[in-house]
């Protein structure tokens, strides 16, 4: 189904006037992606040792995902405490 076009708005209250309506027209839920915030301070340190093979693996995954690596593994360990598996 066709998405209808989000009109050229020109000023604030036009958007704000725009965004109090229902928006499933304009939007097409099956290309959004998941995004978390980190909204918590990061006041503990932890160091790891990993083996060479394994960090690189982690490095280019993060790469690919473009995140740090220290935000990657900061997410894996987040996502395996909030699983349901």
């Not at 990993?50 to 490095?59: E, K």
């Not at 900061?74 to 598996?85: F, H």
Request: neutral net charge; proline residues 5%.
């Amino acid at each position: 189904m066709a998405k209808k076009k989000v009109p050229a708005l020109k000023s604030d209250e036009e958007a704000e006037d725009f965004l109090e309506q229902d928006l499933t027209d304009y939007l097409d839920l099956d290309t959004f992606t998941q995004v978390s915030f980190e909204f918590l301070p990061k006041t503990k340190q932890v160091n790891l040792r990993f083996p060479a093979p394994l960090l690189a693996a982690v490095r280019q995954k993060a790469k690919q995902e473009g995140i740090s690596y220290q935000k990657y593994i900061r997410r894996a360990v987040e996502k395996s405490l909030t699983s349901d598996g």
